[in-house]
């Protein structure tokens, strides 16, 4: 690894699979994995959190939720606030997703309001960015990462993380290329750099997220906006999971 480069992180988004048996023995696996060369954070379904919290205690490897509700408390059957996700062992919460503002409806500005409330919370918004599929062939690609990204940050959080997600990557096999998530990673940088300044862009990590797997992690890290990934499907199997981590730690 590059002596000056950002210290990779990568999330596993496990959606709404595994049941709490299959939550505590990927944790078993992950920790007898030693020490890693990247941060680590595992975003389990809500009703998995204690036990993968629990699962987790004394090791470096964190749990997120994934979703938050922007209100402290109150009648919002089927939601989750800040507070019962740092009393459930949280640190971290995925804030716009795509699969949210598809099945959701969230709107950009949702996701700002879910990202203040999280750090309000103590807990790190990992929030999410990516255009479809028909946004990319209509050349809309850069106005959409733009117009995403300074819905959530304008009188957004303070203190964020990135992911880059292309929709028409999540769940299909077609990964980006390198090249085509360097430069949308080169762009997101240049705007974090309009919005926040050099010196804070230049620390910021910026994830990268859709069909990554062991096959394909190597490459895509050794490019210079990566700074690590956010994996659904793989990071299902304990195994795939440590490799792509592992990943991480190598120049290709
Ligand atoms: P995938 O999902 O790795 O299964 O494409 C990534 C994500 O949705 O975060």
Redesign the pocket.
Known sequence: MSPNRRRPLVGG?WKMHFLRDDATRFCDALLAGGALPADVVLFPSFPLLHSVAEALTGSEVGCGGQDIHPADKGAHTGDVSGAQLVDAGCSWVLCG?SERRHDHGEADDLVRQKAVTALRYGLTPLICVGETQAERQAGRTFEVLERQLRAALTDGPATFTLAY?PVW???TGETATPEIAQDAHAFLRGQLGDMLGETAAEAKRILY????NPQNAAELISKPDLDGF?????SLDPEKFLAIIRSCGSDT
């Not at 997220?209 to 990554?212: A, F, R, T």
């Open positions: 988004n997703h997600e990557a999540i769940g997220g859709g069909s990554v956010l994996v659904g499907g793989a």
